[in-house]
């Protein structure tokens, strides 16, 4: 046995449905430490800051899934659906931060998206992952479909950029983090892209082949 089928076998036997409990409990943490004066003086940014970081960690670690599987065997596949949930829940908290504590008004919130475009890509993303949230889950794998499931989760893509986007354009200064995430995002998409034309251009080789 590997030592991919045996950490596979451990990771059978972990469930996924406590990522959906760590994530509440962290969203609850932070929150307490927020509204009890713990996150320094500007409490309500810094904790917008820390629901949308630990968003766009989630979704890196959602495009990791396939690459670790393809290269290492390692399947982290069946927690897949958790973290990219929890992503979300995450992202709600973040934009729930900016519109009922930070500008406090539906007008101002329309205001802020149309005028700065690091709202704008950020608000963007959001958008993006609304129907991936929604269809995540096996009755919309069914009614639409695997191979049309599939492409609509492709909107991950382009909202894990934007939200990296998001991320550098919000930041003041040069601060190493986001740069960090926007590189790991286009190196897992660009690494994602070529496997995939690789595993094509093998099929079509070895399907001549064989013919």
Known sequence: MTLSQRI???????PAWPLYILTAVYTAWMFWLAASGQLGVEPINTLEREYGEAALI????????????????????????AIGLSAFFLVVAHFAVFAVLDVQSLGRVVT???????????FAAFVLLIPLAVT??????RKLGPVRWRNLHKLTYPAAVLGGLHYIW??????????????????????????????????????????
């Open 170 to 211: 919000l930041v003041k200064g040069w601060p190493i983090e986001p740069f960090v995430y926007m590189g790991a995002i286009l190196v897992l998409l660009v690494v994602r892209l070529k496997w995939a034309r690789i595993r094509a251009w093998m099929g079509q080789n070895l399907g001549s082949a064989k013919a």
């Open 58 to 81: 989630l979704l890196i670690v959602g495009l990791v899934v396939t690459p670790l599987r393809d290269w290492t065997g390692i399947s982290l596949v069946k927690f897949r659906r």
């Open 112 to 122: 802020e998206v149309v005028k700065r475009p690091y709202v704008t890509v950020g």
């Open 136 to 141: 995540s889950n096996n009755r919309s794998i």
């Open 8 to 14: 596979n076998g451990g990771l059978r036997r972990v």
